[in-house]
């Protein structure tokens, strides 16, 4: 796992990002925040915990998580103290992968077997995207990941997931679901956050949601 930082201030924004990301396509974020608002990336899952410790001494803390990361924040942060203000998922349930309620674990097997080359990761980007216009953005400021890399955190995605307790979808405050996600299924997180009385809000975007991104980090803390 990687973990870093930025700028200064009393409250901090969580980005808590899923498979395949770094903080590289977020570049804009820095300027959406709050006055007296430092920002934080979590990534990269695999490997050795980080040291989450400094989020501690934060006064309110607003989490965005994101994809597979609405799984593994919940599980991750919770062994930290951490005064929430808000805690938002963004297209990704807390079963992450499951038959009814994320991706398929069949899906998400077929994905690591097929992940053999830059052709393959760059599919999952542009599905990611949904059309040309966002992929071509977003392709400039590309995360850069390895291949290997990759295919370790798939492994170590699931392997996490199975050999630990999912947190209930009302750890969110809210829930934001993309329509033309092609990534993770609308319809099964939408019943995630349903079956747990979780506010929802349907967009009509796609998996990667570079507007909600900005609304949810310029709000002003409450």
Request: contains cysteine.
């Amino acid at each position: 796992m990687r973990f870093k930082i930025e700028g200064q201030g009393e409250n901090i924004v969580i980005m808590y990002l899923g498979y395949a990301q770094d903080p590289n396509p977020f570049y804009y974020i820095n300027s959406c925040l709050p006055p007296s608002t430092a920002l934080a990336f979590i990534w990269e899952h695999h490997g050795d915990a980080a040291d989450l410790s400094a989020l501690s001494r934060f006064k309110r803390v607003r989490l965005i998580a994101w994809s597979m990361g609405v799984m593994l924040a919940p599980i991750v942060l919770s062994k930290l103290d951490l005064n929430f203000e808000k805690r938002y998922a963004v297209n990704g349930s807390v079963e992450g992968i499951n038959d009814q309620y994320g991706i398929a674990p069949a899906l998400w097997d077929k994905t690591f077997d097929s992940l053999q080359n830059e052709t393959q990761s760059e599919l999952f980007y542009r599905l990611m995207c949904f059309n040309k216009k966002v992929y071509r953005e977003y392709a400039e400021h590309h995360p850069d990941r390895k291949i290997s890399d990759l295919r370790t955190e798939l492994r170590f995605i699931k392997e996490f997931g199975n050999n630990n307790a999912k947190a209930v979808a009302s750890f969110y405050d809210e829930a934001f679901i993309s329509k033309n996600d092609l990534i993770m299924s609308p319809d099964a997180v939408k019943a995630s956050f349903l079956k747990e009385g979780v506010i929802i809000h349907e967009r009509p975007t796609a998996h990667y949601d570079q507007e909600i991104f900005k609304i949810l980090c310029a709000r002003s803390f409450s």
